[in-house]
Each structure stands twice: as structure tokens, then as C-alpha cells.
């Protein structure tokens, strides 16, 4: 029994020099944003993967500046997978943060072109064509609002262009008629930085 509760204690002494306080994990996030900052990379990664587990401790605004930081790390290092499910987590705490939006309608937009590209590779199979247009309209309706809010409040020609040719593609007319005036609501409110104070 004595034995037990010696293992016990020794178990417990590890778990609590392990867990880390709010105060570790903020030093490691501002550790984290000097990497990043100074263009270390790979040392900015492994600093953010080591921060992911105990990135409730941040305060909820350095928490998403810490989300959309990583996001783009992941996105530079072209892993789009991850920087979508950092940017979703942005975008939900700060809808209005169109540079996250921008990213997350571009991520969405990729995947719409790539089942654009297996669409055109089975235009002679009807069935799979079908499952494939349905595929289709939600990527792209998916994209959509993302592209739109980062339209109105950062205009740019090349985004404009896509959301044009994704209306037309989905044959939305009633969409693509309304687009001037969602853009100038969605202007009103416009977030373009990150306070993480």
C-alpha cells in the first residue's frame, strides 16, 4: 500500500511540473510571435504546436491572434488543411476580420477548382457528373461569403473577378445581381488588425 501511494504522489508531482500556468504559456506565445516576426519558421511552428494544447490559458484576444498566426504559418508552408481549421476559429470569434476572411474564401475557392478540374475530366459520365456540379455549388457557396466580406472591405480586382465567375458558374443570377449591394453593407464593418491585448 505504502508502495501505491508513493507511486501516486511521484505521478502526481510530475503531472503538476508539467502543467503549464497561463503566465508559461503567454511567454511561449510572446516567444512564439518573436519567431515568427523574425522570420524563423520552423522554430515559429514548433513553438505554436507546443503552445495548440494549452492555447485556452491565453486571454481571448491573444488566443485568436494566436490562431490566425499559426493559420498563416501553416498556409506559407502550404498546408491548407491546417491554417483552414485555425482561420474557421478566427473567423468565428471575429467575423469581421476580413483578412481572415480573404484567406478562408481562398482555401474554399481552391477546393471548388479542384472539383471544377474533376467536373471537366467527367463532363461524359452523367451520374458523376451530377455528384460532382452538387460538389461544386456548395464549395462554391461555401467561398462566397468569405470572398464578398473580404470585397467590401479591401477591394481587389482578382477577388471581384472570382466571385463574378463563381455566380455565373453556379448559374446564381439572383446572387451575382445583389453582389453591389451585400459589398457595400458588408463594408460597414471592416476589422483589418488583431489586437491580442
Known sequence: MKK???LLF?????????A??????????????LARLQGETVKAMDLGEKIVPDAAKLTDKARINFYYSIGKLYE?????VKAQAYYE???AAVPNYYVVQRALGYIYAK????I?????AAKNNAAENKRLTALYTTAVKKALPCL????ACDPDEDTLKRIKVFYKNINDTQGAAGLNIRLAALSKNCIDLLDDK
Request: net charge negative; glycine share 0%; aromatic share 6%.
Open 148 to 151: 464578398e466580406k473580404a470585397q
Open 10 to 18: 511521484a505521478l502526481s508531482v510530475l503531472a503538476t511540473a508539467k
Open 20 to 33: 503549464q500556468t497561463a503566465d508559461d504559456v503567454y511567454n511561449e506565445y510572446l516567444d512564439f510571435n
Open 111 to 114: 477546393k471548388a477548382e479542384d
Open 4 to 6: 501505491i501511494l508513493t
Open 76 to 80: 506559407d508552408d502550404s498546408q491548407s
Open 116 to 120: 471544377a478540374d474533376q467536373l471537366n
Open 89 to 91: 476559429k478566427v473567423a
